[in-house]
């Protein structure tokens, strides 16, 4: 193969292309998209500020409290907001159906809320305009409208029979034409990532992780646009008319965009059914009640705790204790709860992560799946990196009530008499600032790229299959 | 220059070509008359190389024609309609088409070579959606010469031009022929075959039933033996 001459096809197909008016039709309206999919991903990355300063007022409010009963502190609670990672400007990924506000308090695991699905028409569900949508879903589009008829309109016009008898190859056709084509589309992809990085590039939250993170989206889509140029030109060889080659490749973007998607969800859901949030919620709080009532003093879980206590410090009323028994006695509930939380919780994860497992390895025969789940692990907007903020928020939240209880176990005595400001059970107000505030961590890009390992290899498989379909097309292709 | 020995071909159980042997020399200009479907594409097909033979061997300068094989470098092809590309002019196709065959020619040369082939230089920078069939097959012609093909293989090259296109057409492939090239040319037409050919094949069903000498025949008789063959 001489790769003089597949550069030669490769410039003439895209100036052939360029010679349409078509494509400036094309470029038109996926700018019109560009232009609103930028101006929507940078408003919704604007809420950062907006949440920031919440996350400030929560906090100016949690340490605005006087001095008072910790466990009063515990029940006052705080405020988690999640962080958009400034790389969800260009995805938004599964962000406006997940919350990203919940509120921290003691014994109780609040559902994150806000989610902009819960305060938008059901317009919402057909998916927002971001600049990664238009690349995953209307690039496919533009490249199979601009290539389907790359070489079987050459084989319909006769001008294959010319090509190849002026000494070209069919390998040196075929791959002329797929770079041409990918040319193309890089160029249509183009404008998006450059956008992407002067958007990064203004962003002050911008680090290593991100540039990291934003070369590896750039190399993503530029090897999802080579693999749908290569199968693009693919089915035109292989196709008896230009017709016949268009609905096959409308066939495929439906079958790669819509259809295996869907099935993926529905097979998953089918397959590893979660049981509804008031199930969830009422299997938790009878567990917890089969442990015991942390707050009720007569609860037989409790009185047998209280006695066994009693009897290790060898005195007969909690009063007489070292140490407050009802802090004492909150944080082993808080312990016990915050333990049925978590496995039932870590349950219903397995259960979404079995469905996700199995839109995951459908990405092995589905280069769009793969795509769009590397390009949301990557924006920090995927499911793994909100339950990494719901697991932190919990965290959080555990920590905080744990330090209630063990300010009101080291400082709150029934046997004292006096306290700050003649109230006798407080704990100074320094003490809720000396808690640190909560400040939300993206996931890291290890851990995003070992979630999507599966989609990272079906993007190389695909690369290599593309490649290998178009060898193996270039034995077997007819010019006749 | 061209041979072809025991030249075969078969799609399925159909013999599309059955042992065709005929040779071709320098500064022949050979028309194989047929119906549709008698086995003149079939045989140019094979010798460009775009199928290969069931049996025999078809030769180019000696070397044996394949898919495989490198000899399309000796040969130039101008198909039926030359259709080539639309919404390029007849300079862009022409330098394309000669760059893909290793030959890199100035604007200037590119210009001399369309004129060589008969177009007119205002006719050089227009779209070839503008072309007429004569006008286009101008290009093929110089895409032809561009390469500097010793032979050329022609698919029913006149069928659809004017009187005066197939004059041209005609005037040009005898300077190709003095030139020192040789023609291959399938064709329906008879006169034309008689007028430019050195040597003429009648196919009928695969075989090649008959040859004769263009000096020893004219346009009449060769009807007669046309009708009578098919």
């Given at each position: 193969m001489r790769i003089g001459i597949v550069l030669l096809i490769a410039k003439h197909f895209w100036t052939s292309v360029f010679k349409t008016r078509t494509i400036y039709l094309l470029m038109a309206i996926v700018g019109i998209l560009l232009i609103y999919s930028v101006y929507s991903g940078t408003r919704y990355y604007d809420q950062n500020h907006f949440r920031s300063d919440h996350q400030e007022m929560a906090r100016k409010s949690w340490e605005g409290n006087p001095d008072k009963h910790p466990h009063r502190m515990a029940h006052f609670g705080t405020f988690a907001f999640r962080t958009k990672h400034p790389l969800s400007q260009f995805d938004f990924g599964i962000e406006s159906f997940t919350g990203n506000a919940v509120f921290l308090e003691a014994h109780k695991q609040n559902t994150v809320n806000f989610s902009e699905a819960g305060f938008s028409t059901g317009l919402l569900r057909f998916g927002e305009l971001s600049m990664a949508m238009i690349l995953q879903t209307i690039l496919p589009l533009i490249i199979f409208f601009v290539g389907y008829s790359a070489i079987v309109s050459d084989r319909e016009h006769g001008t294959l029979k010319l090509l190849l008898s002026q000494g070209a190859s069919w390998k040196e056709i075929l791959f002329g034409r797929s770079i041409g084509l990918a040319w193309i589309a890089i160029l249509f992809s183009l404008p998006f990532l450059l956008i992407t990085l002067w958007l990064l590039i203004n962003d002050h939250h911008s680090s290593g992780d991100v540039w990291t993170r934003f070369f590896m989206i750039s190399m993503t889509y530029l090897l999802f646009a080579l693999i749908l140029s290569l199968v693009t030109i693919f089915v035109s060889t292989g196709s008896k008319s230009s017709k016949n080659a268009l609905v096959k490749l409308l066939g495929l973007w439906m079958l790669m965009t819509v259809l295996l998607p869907r099935s993926s969800q529905a097979l998953g859901s089918y397959f590893y059914s979660t049981p509804t949030k008031l199930e969830f919620r009422s299997k938790i709080e009878a567990e917890v009640i089969q442990h015991g009532d942390s707050h009720n003093p007569n609860d037989p879980h409790y009185q047998a705790l209280r006695d066994s206590v009693l009897a290790v410090h060898q005195v007969d009323d909690v009063t007489e204790l070292p140490f407050n028994y009802g802090g004492f006695v909150m944080s082993v509930g808080e312990e016990i709860s915050a333990r049925i939380y978590n496995k039932h919780h870590n349950e219903l994860l397995e259960q979404y992560r079995n469905q996700n497992k199995l839109n995951r390895w459908l990405a092995i025969v589905n280069p769009y799946l793969a795509v769009k789940n590397l390009s949301m692990a990557l924006c920090g907007t995927d499911f793994e990196s909100y339950v990494d903020f719901q697991l932190q928020a919990e965290i959080y939240r555990y920590e905080l009530a744990q330090k209630m209880n063990e300010l009101q176990i080291k400082h709150i005595s029934p046997n004292r008499v006096s306290g700050s400001e003649g109230k006798t059970h407080v704990v100074s107000r320094e003490e809720w600032k000396a808690f640190p505030d909560f400040e939300h961590q993206y996931l890291s890009i290890g851990r995003s790229l070992k979630n999507e390992s599966i989609s990272s290899i079906s993007l190389m498989l695909w690369t290599f299959l593309a490649i290998g379909l178009i060898v193996r097309q270039s034995k077997i292709a007819k010019a006749i | 220059?061209?041979?072809?020995?025991?030249?075969?071909?078969?799609?399925?159980?159909?013999?599309?070509?059955?042992?065709?042997?005929?040779?071709?020399?320098?500064?022949?200009?050979?028309?194989?008359?047929?119906?549709?479907?008698?086995?003149?594409?079939?045989?140019?097909?094979?010798?460009?190389?775009?199928?290969?033979?069931?049996?025999?061997?078809?030769?180019?300068?000696?070397?044996?024609?394949?898919?495989?094989?490198?000899?399309?470098?000796?040969?130039?092809?101008?198909?039926?309609?030359?259709?080539?590309?639309?919404?390029?002019?007849?300079?862009?196709?022409?330098?394309?088409?000669?760059?893909?065959?290793?030959?890199?020619?100035?604007?200037?040369?590119?210009?001399?070579?369309?004129?060589?082939?008969?177009?007119?230089?205002?006719?050089?920078?227009?779209?070839?959606?503008?072309?007429?069939?004569?006008?286009?097959?101008?290009?093929?012609?110089?895409?032809?010469?561009?390469?500097?093909?010793?032979?050329?293989?022609?698919?029913?090259?006149?069928?659809?031009?004017?009187?005066?296109?197939?004059?041209?057409?005609?005037?040009?492939?005898?300077?190709l022929v003095a030139e020192d090239k040789c023609i291959f040319m399938a064709t329906h037409d008879i006169f034309n075959a008689v007028n430019v050919g050195s040597r003429i094949g009648i196919m009928n069903e695969g075989k090649l039933v008959h040859t004769a000498d263009t000096s020893s025949i004219n346009a009449n008789e060769l009807q007669e033996l046309y009708l009578k063959t098919i």
């Open positions: - | 220059m061209l041979e072809a020995i025991d030249l075969s071909k078969m799609y399925g159980n159909h013999e599309a070509l059955i042992d065709l042997n005929l040779t071709v020399r320098t500064g022949e200009v050979y028309c194989l008359l047929g119906q549709n479907g008698a086995g003149k594409t079939t045989t140019i097909n094979l010798f460009l190389g775009l199928i290969n033979p069931s049996r025999g061997k078809a030769l180019i300068n000696g070397k044996e024609v394949n898919i495989n094989s490198d000899t399309n470098q000796m040969i130039a092809y101008i198909p039926e309609v030359v259709q080539l590309y639309g919404n390029m002019d007849g300079i862009e196709n022409l330098n394309f088409f000669s760059r893909l065959s290793g030959h890199t020619y100035s604007k200037k040369e590119l210009v001399e070579l369309l004129e060589k082939a008969g177009l007119k230089k205002e006719d050089h920078t227009k779209k070839l959606s503008s072309y007429s069939k004569g006008m286009r097959q101008k290009v093929g012609i110089a895409i032809a010469l561009s390469k500097n093909a010793q032979a050329i293989f022609m698919d029913e090259p006149t069928s659809g031009l004017d009187p005066k296109a197939t004059d041209e057409f005609t005037t040009i492939c005898k300077e």
